[in-house]
Structures are given as C-alpha cells and as structure tokens.
C-alpha cells in the first residue's frame, strides 16, 4: 500500500519467518553458528529458547543456506502438543514414512530404519521441533529421548533442534535423561539500541530503500516500545509507515511513531 511512496520494491517488515533477509545480528550469528555445529558433528540435541519473535524460527530457517540439501534430510514438527504415539506418527510421516494406526514399537522401527537407511547414504536426518515448550507431557519429550538410542559405533543418528520459549528450560530440567543429551543451549536476547537501528536500515534495504526513513528519535521510540523484539519491531514499523503515507511524509519522525503505537493499542 505504502510501497511506492516510500520507493520500495516489496513490504520490508513482513511477519513470516524469512531465510532470504536474515538479520545477522551478533547474537542470531552466534545461534546460527552453534546450531550449524550440532549438525555438522551430530552432536545430538540443542536448545534454542527465547521470547515470541525474537527470531528463532528465522534462525533455523536460515540453516538451509549452509546446509548441503543432497546431505541432510530435515523434518519440521510445528505442533508437537501431541500425545506420545500421535508424536511419533507426525515424525515419522514428516521423514517419508507411512504412520497408519500401528504399535508404537512399529512406529519406532520404522524411524529407525529410515534413520539408518540415510546414514548408509551418508545423509543426516535434522528434527525442528517448534514451539516445543507447549509440550506438556512429559512422556511425549522422553520420545524424543528414545530417539538418541538410535545410534551407529560412534554418533547419533538423528540430530534434534528444539525451538521454545523460556518454559521450554524448566520443562526440560524435570526430564534429566533428556537434559543430559543437550548438547548446546542458547537463548536469543531482544536486539540492542544499535542493532535495532542496523535491523531496520537492513530490512528497508532488503526491500529497495535507497535512502533513510526513520530519523533517530524515531528509532529512540521504536526501540523503546518495542524492547528489540524482531516481531514487534515489524509490527511498529509496518504500521509507522502507513502514518507516514496518510501523513505524506518524506520521513518518519518520533511523532509518527508515537501516533503508530497509540494506533496499534487503541
């Protein structure tokens, strides 16, 4: 809507996790370097906690472009507040496997010999699960504890990434054989005053800006709101360019931002 007015090529703060305009802040660097590791030397599970839309979807997303596709294998579970068998279904059919109502010893078998039918083909098998911290039974998460059984002589054969919110931690800490298979945990922190700054220049630039938008004091207000949250960063940014448009505004000031705020909460 706003896109000519501003000279922009496509809608710079969208809300869908995207891998092509990735923000490397030193922290999501960080994250994703770590993460890169407990795959590249499957070291079984690692931890990537932090609040609602700090990034960590994005993140993960992001692996595909350090990844070789015709080496690794990856499942993505996003719902996984499942019972322990519906669990193991959702993985298994999530791997190529047919999961029709049977045992859950079968079900098991059956991940396993697609685990090992891709370590035979030298393939590595990555499980996402998001949003793991609404995972509330107990015997659901030792599944996946189960599933570091699944080994060769001398590495796993499956690597999990579990995504979640700060509850995810104490939940994991009440499931000590599972605790003790984390091998890397990392929590994603808001952005900084300067990284807020350089995420916004770099989104408006991902998106064709060729010039600033926002003055200083904008970013001032901005970060202030948004505590340098990614998501909520983008919402306030969407919604201060509109303000800017109806306002026909050649920046966007502290004011507009103020004005976007109030607009979003009333």
């Given at each position: 809507m706003y896109l000519e007015h501003w000279g922009l090529q496509k809608s710079p703060f969208g809300n869908?996790?995207?891998?092509?305009?990735?923000f490397r802040s030193p922290q999501h660097e960080e994250a994703l370097r770590r993460l890169l590791y407990v795959i590249e030397d499957r070291k079984g599970v690692a931890m990537l906690t932090g609040e609602v839309g700090c990034g960590k979807t994005t993140v993960t997303k992001a692996l595909n472009d350090f990844l070789d596709k015709d080496h690794v294998q990856i499942a993505t579970i996003s719902n996984p507040a499942l019972p322990p068998a519906d669990f193991l279904k959702a993985i298994l059919?999530?791997?190529g496997g047919e999961a029709e109502d049977v045992s859950k010893s079968i079900l098991l078998d059956r991940i396993q010999s697609i685990l090992q039918q891709n370590a035979e083909r030298n393939i590595k098998t990555l499980l996402?699960?998001?949003?793991?911290h609404v995972i509330g039974d107990q015997a659901t998460l030792d599944e996946l504890r189960m599933l570091l059984n699944f080994q060769s002589d001398d590495e796993f054969l499956i690597t999990i990434i579990l995504l979640g919110q700060p509850p995810l931690?104490?939940?994991?800490?009440?499931?000590?054989?599972?605790?003790?298979?984390?091998?890397?945990?990392?929590?994603?922190?808001p952005l900084d005053w300067n990284n807020t700054l350089r995420y916004v220049v770099y989104r408006?630039?991902?998106?064709?800006?060729?010039?600033?938008?926002?003055?200083?004091e904008a970013i001032n207000k901005l970060f202030s709101h948004s505590g340098g949250i990614p998501l909520r960063i983008n919402n306030l940014c969407d919604r201060a360019l509109l303000v800017g448009l109806m306002r026909k505004a050649n920046v966007i000031d502290s004011r507009m931002v103020g004005e976007a705020i109030q607009d979003m909460e009333s």
């Open positions: 869908v996790p995207a891998r092509t305009i990735f059919i999530k791997l996402i699960i998001d949003e793991a931690l104490r939940n994991i800490s009440e499931l000590q054989p599972l605790k003790e298979r984390i091998s890397i945990k990392f929590n994603l922190e408006l630039r991902s998106a064709g800006a060729s010039r600033g938008i926002f003055t200083k």
